[in-house]
């Protein structure tokens, strides 16, 4: 249902088109079991990113970033359960159509940091910086061996 995307043409054309979007995400949703789930598509990203019903995200990744797709869907797998933090668990991720990724995860609230830190209270921003630092410690600390495949030079 989602055409080939290999140009940055093909990606200004496509991607923001909610018309050809929607049908895909929808007929994607369907064969992963999400039939008639309702759809938003976040407003920000850098990839056409959907809520499936209140508990479940899909990220759609064109084939010019195929290889993007495949990498966070492997490494959303591999952290899980081992940050300090809550991450996405990885429902299902793979290949749709027409050189398309996806991945399904689970969906964690809150709220965008980038839209609320004006309104955080400066003593909470810097627990929130030190947190953030101590995250990004432990993340540093997994061995990125089981990724070299996705995450190595290419």
Known sequence: M???VETDDDW???VPDESVMRPGAEDLCARLGFSGASLVRFP???QPV???GDDHVLKLFPGAAAQDGIAEG????H???????PTPVVRAAGAYENGWQYVLMSRLRGENLAHSWEHVPQNH???LVVEIGETLAS???LSPEPLRDVLGPR
């Open 79 to 85: 952290v899980q359960g081992r940050l300090p933090v």
């Open 50 to 52: 959907y809520a499936v």
């Open 12 to 14: 200004d054309a496509v």
């Open 44 to 46: 920000d990203g850098s």
């Open 2 to 4: 989602l055409p080939v």
């Open 74 to 77: 492997r490494v959303l797998a």
């Open 125 to 127: 921003r810097e627990r």
């Open 139 to 141: 993340l540093h600390s």
